[in-house]
């Protein structure tokens, strides 16, 4: 037995699915990560990933809760099902791990990612990218005579989409913040 | 009731706290206050090692044998380093030790100072949790929640980085009972999946319980009940090479060790089973072969601490996370309250079937000429030791599986071996740890001569702590297991696998003061083992065996197991093909 005190509410981690159906097909999850905000934190997430062989489409972390000491991590990560269900045990026996919700499989939820786009040209090319950033509501945060940086908030198709009409019209440079979720209703 | 002191003197203060009773190290500039503090107390003994791999398998070794957790103090830089491979080899297979390291002062971190590398960047990967303590006051609490952490959930090594100027400043002491922790792995089962692998077990027509490592991390009530278990359904019994002990080796319903060297029957069972009933073993690809023949018709059941180890390899029916102890107490309680049943008339039929599989006899072997065979060593080094309560360490290679093979265990933390890692070097420090752990106990360490050369300057240590270690090596003048796989699969171009230049083992015994025993013949073994055994100090024995001795059974790498090889006259010219080739 440990002489330890265990705080009150602490979880073990046991918030997985143990006996799923598993199918060979890739699936996207996003996964958002409630952890201690420690130092090294990021990089036992990361290294796990690394070292594991895990794929990471979209990273983002920042410190959510000051006095709790707590950080979210949002990771978008793609693999079968049974990966799927390991990154998230593996995730779980991280000490430093709070809790790992699976917001793709735990009800609706909303996901927005910001982005920043560089596009420069003239004459028509010029016209017709304003013309598309309103369409898309992007809004201009800089201009030259021959150059915008749009502000774009979205899912990350949306900005996938915005990107590909942007790029014949002189798309230079993009700048993505990575997924933030969060689950819709009133239960966090 | 809180206490202002140095540093340091947490350390050894929250050692003493924490129940340690001893610490394996080595000094330098980094951790010279806390080596003061040892200097000036008299509750903890600290065994001087000679190498820091050393003193992390000498605590291991203690660890696995005491069931505490087993501490080491190294310095920074080269000392943290030469842990690595214990800490890794802690990890793999959840052995629950506390690692201290010296780092440089908090100002010169960053800055390349002398002996200064990324402690806790460097094991982050091969330790269950790790902290560098950066406030002196922070020390005391992150030493106790290392050892909850050590020791709880599923077991494992942590390293606590200690810069030297938090060692020096003086802070305030807190007590474990004042430390907060979140860390609170779930240990009770969830009782429909136990009711349901009760239920399993009652209609089970061929049932075959497969133990692993976790039964033995669970601690002595975990092998007490899984005994009583097995004595109350008479069901067949198997386990990996981590479980050894965990039921007896004299029990009735025992099938021996499954997997890559496993028994013959162990692994059949394993193929034909209508039920696996998984405790505490994470389905290592030395047992599973081939994944996709793996016990193709069974339902499978699996207990384990780690979530992480469910569905990991291997798709499991009735998943149980928790601790074993507690799980088999459910699981017995549910068992008999709905009265006992299994089905009687078939798991006799089964066991009818596993008593052909035995009389294969896949252990037997002949000792007929002068040389002495790794097996009848083993069985004789068995036959004479086996009435002494009995503690075996191993190195890595032919002579562990063999030990695995022939020798007995009938209880657990009697069996140190090096099983998820296989580290040559594992087994003569880990004797050392032992034996600090039980005084009077015969400590042996079955060892390769190559493997025991890997750690061999421990010898002083073992002499300057009158630690009567007996390293029995069985000398094949070879990397036997390199060999044998060579043979197999590299159309016997012995690439490297000679032992040249190999010591003469008595003198070098002599050399450190211990005793050195040479034997090759096998009408001199009986006596020399006895000599050995009688020897109130470190013995050598240099045991020459026969270098071309293959270790069978062998599942080939890429088959699934009811395509073992099983002995000497097998035909192993095309055991392993290309597909398997690429596995290790
Ligand atoms: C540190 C380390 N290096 C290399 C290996 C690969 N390896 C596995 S067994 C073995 C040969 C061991 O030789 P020996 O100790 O003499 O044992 P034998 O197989 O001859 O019984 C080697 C080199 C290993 N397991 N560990
Ligand atoms: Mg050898």
Same mark, same amino acid.
């Given at each position: 037995?440990?002489?330890?005190?265990?705080?009150?509410?602490?979880?073990?981690?046991?918030?997985?699915?143990?006996?799923?159906?598993?199918?060979?097909?890739?699936?996207?999850?996003?996964?958002?990560?409630?952890?201690?905000?420690?130092?090294?934190?990021?990089?036992?997430?990361?290294?796990?990933?690394?070292?594991?062989?895990?794929?990471?489409?979209?990273?983002?972390?920042?410190?959510?809760?000051?006095?709790?000491?707590?950080?979210?991590?949002?990771?978008?990560?793609?693999?079968?099902?049974?990966?799927?269900?390991?990154?998230?045990?593996?995730?779980?026996?991280?000490?430093?791990?709070?809790?790992?919700?699976?917001?793709?499989?735990?009800?609706?939820?909303?996901?927005?990612?910001?982005?920043?786009?560089?596009?420069?040209?003239?004459?028509?090319?010029?016209?017709?990218?304003?013309?598309?950033?309103?369409?898309?509501?992007?809004?201009?945060?800089?201009?030259?005579?021959?150059?915008?940086?749009?502000?774009?908030?979205?899912?990350?198709?949306?900005?996938?989409?915005?990107?590909?009409?942007?790029?014949?019209?002189?798309?230079?440079?993009?700048?993505?913040?990575?997924?933030?979720?969060?689950?819709?209703?009133?239960?966090? | 009731?809180?206490?202002?002191?140095?540093?340091?003197?947490?350390?050894?203060?929250?050692?003493?706290?924490?129940?340690?009773?001893?610490?394996?190290?080595?000094?330098?500039?980094?951790?010279?206050?806390?080596?003061?503090?040892?200097?000036?107390?008299?509750?903890?003994?600290?065994?001087?090692?000679?190498?820091?791999?050393?003193?992390?398998? /000498?605590? $291991?070794?203690?660890? *696995?044998?005491?069931?505490?957790? &087993?501490?080491?103090?190294?310095? !920074? +830089? =080269?000392? @943290?380093?030469?842990?690595?491979?214990?800490?890794?080899?802690?990890?793999?297979?959840?052995?629950?030790?506390?690692?201290?390291?010296?780092?440089?002062?908090?100002?010169?971190?960053?800055?390349?100072?002398?002996?200064?590398?990324?402690?806790?960047?460097?094991?982050?990967?091969?330790?269950?949790?790790?902290?560098?303590?950066?406030?002196?006051?922070?020390?005391?609490?992150?030493?106790?929640?290392?050892?909850?952490?050590?020791?709880?959930?599923?077991?494992?090594?942590?390293?606590?980085?200690?810069?030297?100027?938090?060692?020096?400043?003086?802070?305030?002491?807190?007590?474990?009972?004042?430390?907060?922790?979140?860390?609170?792995?779930?240990?009770?089962?969830?009782?429909?999946?136990?009711?349901?692998?009760?239920? /399993?077990? $009652?209609?089970?027509? *061929?049932?075959?319980?497969?133990? &692993?490592?976790?039964?033995?991390? !669970? +601690? =002595?009530? @975990?092998?007490?009940?899984?005994?009583?278990?097995?004595?109350?359904?008479?069901?067949?019994?198997?386990?990996?090479?981590?479980?050894?002990?965990?039921?007896?080796?004299?029990?009735?319903?025992?099938?021996?060790?499954?997997?890559?060297?496993?028994?013959?029957?162990?692994?059949?069972?394993?193929?034909?089973?209508?039920?696996?009933?998984?405790?505490?073993?994470?389905?290592?690809?030395?047992?599973?072969?081939?994944?996709?023949?793996?016990?193709?018709?069974?339902?499978?059941?699996?207990?384990?601490?780690?979530?992480?180890?469910?569905?990991?390899?291997?798709?499991?029916?009735?998943?149980?996370?928790?601790?074993?102890?507690?799980?088999?107490?459910?699981?017995?309680?549910?068992?008999?309250?709905?009265?006992?049943?299994?089905?009687?008339?078939?798991?006799?039929?089964?066991?009818?079937?596993?008593?052909?599989?035995?009389?294969?006899?896949?252990? @037997?072997?002949?000792?007929?000429?002068?040389?002495?065979?790794?097996?009848?060593?083993?069985?004789?080094?068995?036959?004479?030791?086996?009435?002494?309560?009995?503690?075996?360490?191993?190195?890595?290679?032919?002579?562990?599986?063999?030990?695995?093979?022939?020798?007995?265990?009938?209880?657990?933390?009697?069996?140190?071996?090096?099983?998820?890692?296989?580290?040559?070097?594992?087994?003569?420090?880990?004797?050392?740890?032992?034996?600090?752990?039980?005084?009077?106990?015969?400590?042996?360490?079955?060892?390769?001569?190559?493997?025991?050369?890997?750690?061999?300057?421990?010898?002083?240590?073992?002499?300057?702590?009158?630690?009567?270690?007996?390293?029995?090596?069985?000398?094949?003048?070879?990397?036997?297991?390199?060999?044998?796989?060579?043979?197999?699969?590299?159309?016997?171009?012995?690439?490297?696998?000679?032992?040249?230049?190999?010591?003469?083992?008595?003198?070098?015994?002599?050399?450190?003061?211990?005793?050195?025993?040479?034997?090759?013949?096998?009408?001199?073994?009986?006596?020399?083992?006895?000599?050995?055994?009688?020897?109130?100090?470190?013995?050598?024995?240099?045991?020459?065996?026969?270098?071309?001795?293959?270790?069978?059974?062998?599942?080939?790498?890429?088959?699934?197991?009811?395509?073992?090889?099983?002995?000497?006259?097998?035909?192993?010219?095309?055991?392993?093909?290309?597909?398997?080739?690429?596995?290790?």
């Amino acid at each position: 037995m440990s002489p330890l005190k265990i705080k009150k509410g602490a979880t073990s981690h046991s918030a997985y699915d143990l006996r799923p159906t598993f199918s060979d097909k890739e699936e996207r999850h996003t996964l958002a990560v409630l952890v201690e905000n420690e130092p090294g934190v990021l990089s036992r997430v990361i290294g796990l990933f690394a070292g594991r062989g895990y794929n990471i489409d979209s990273l983002t972390v920042a410190e959510v809760d000051h006095l709790g000491h707590r950080s979210r991590i949002t990771i978008v990560t793609s693999g079968t099902p049974q990966i799927i269900v390991q990154i998230k045990a593996q995730l779980g026996r991280i000490v430093d791990v709070h809790k790992v919700n699976d917001l793709t499989v735990e009800g609706p939820s909303v996901e927005r990612e910001l982005a920043l786009f560089k596009v420069t040209g003239t004459g028509n090319d010029r016209i017709e990218a304003i013309r598309l950033a309103d369409i898309f509501r992007a809004s201009v945060v800089d201009s030259t005579l021959e150059s915008f940086v749009f502000e774009i908030t979205g899912t990350p198709e949306k900005i996938d989409a915005f990107a590909e009409l942007m790029r014949p019209l002189g798309l230079e440079e993009i700048a993505r913040t990575g997924v933030a979720a969060l689950s819709r209703g009133a239960v966090a | 009731m809180t206490k202002a002191m140095t540093g340091a003197k947490m350390v050894v203060q929250a050692l003493i706290d924490q129940g340690v009773d001893t610490v394996f190290g080595y000094p330098g500039g980094a951790v010279l206050p806390i080596y003061d503090e040892i200097f000036q107390q008299n509750s903890i003994k600290h065994v001087l090692v000679r190498h820091e791999q050393g003193a992390v398998h /000498a605590a $291991e070794g203690y660890a *696995r044998s005491t069931g505490k957790p &087993g501490v080491a103090l190294v310095t !920074s +830089g =080269p000392g @943290a380093t030469n842990a690595v491979t214990g800490l890794t080899d802690a990890l793999m297979d959840s052995i629950p030790i506390v690692v201290l390291t010296g780092q440089v002062p908090t100002f010169m971190i960053g800055s390349d100072a002398f002996q200064e590398c990324d402690t806790v960047g460097i094991t982050r990967p091969c330790t269950k949790h790790n902290w560098l303590v950066k406030e002196t006051d922070k020390l005391a609490p992150t030493l106790h929640e290392a050892f909850h952490i050590a020791t709880s959930g599923r077991p494992g090594p942590v390293v606590i980085d200690i810069p030297k100027d938090v060692q020096f400043a003086t802070g305030t002491y807190t007590e474990a009972r004042q430390v907060e922790t979140h860390y609170n792995p779930q240990v009770k089962g969830d009782m429909e999946m136990i009711t349901e692998l009760a239920a /399993a077990m $009652e209609k089970a027509k *061929r049932p075959l319980f497969y133990t &692993g490592g976790g039964v033995i991390n !669970s +601690g =002595p009530a @975990a092998s007490q009940l899984l005994r009583e278990l097995i004595a109350a359904t008479g069901f067949p019994i198997t386990s990996t090479l981590m479980g050894l002990g965990c039921y007896p080796a004299s029990g009735d319903n025992w099938l021996g060790m499954l997997g890559m060297h496993g028994l013959y029957e162990a692994n059949m069972a394993m193929h034909d089973c209508d039920l696996m009933i998984n405790i505490g073993a994470r389905f290592d690809d030395r047992i599973t072969g081939r994944l996709d023949a793996f016990s193709p018709g069974s339902t499978k059941a699996h207990i384990d601490i780690d979530a992480s180890s469910i569905n990991k390899v291997i798709k499991v029916d009735i998943p149980i996370l928790g601790d074993v102890a507690h799980v088999l107490e459910d699981l017995l309680n549910v068992w008999k309250s709905r009265g006992r049943k299994t089905d009687k008339e078939n798991v006799q039929k089964w066991w009818h079937q596993i008593n052909d599989w035995k009389k294969v006899d896949c252990l @037997a072997f002949k000792q007929e000429t002068k040389v002495i065979k790794p097996q009848y060593a083993l069985a004789r080094l068995e036959e004479l030791t086996k009435k002494h309560d009995r503690y075996i360490t191993t190195e890595v290679g032919q002579h562990q599986m063999w030990a695995a093979q022939y020798l007995g265990f009938e209880d657990p933390n009697r069996w140190m071996t090096s099983g998820g890692l296989g580290t040559m070097g594992y087994g003569f420090p880990a004797s050392i740890g032992v034996q600090m752990g039980h005084p009077d106990a015969l400590v042996i360490n079955v060892a390769g001569e190559a493997s025991w050369l890997m750690n061999m300057q421990e010898l002083g240590t073992a002499m300057q702590y009158n630690l009567p270690v007996k390293q029995f090596i069985l000398n094949n003048e070879r990397l036997g297991m390199v060999r044998q796989w060579q043979e197999l699969l590299h159309g016997e171009r012995y690439s490297s696998s000679w032992s040249e230049s190999l010591p003469d083992f008595v003198k070098l015994a002599e050399a450190f003061g211990a005793k050195g025993i040479i034997c090759d013949n096998p009408d001199d073994l009986d006596d020399a083992i006895m000599e050995m055994l009688h020897h109130d100090g470190p013995v050598l024995f240099d045991c020459l065996v026969e270098k071309h001795e293959n270790c069978f059974p062998m599942i080939p790498s890429g088959k699934p197991h009811n395509e073992m090889i099983l002995g000497e006259n097998a035909d192993t010219a095309n055991a392993i093909q290309a597909g398997g080739a690429v596995m290790v």
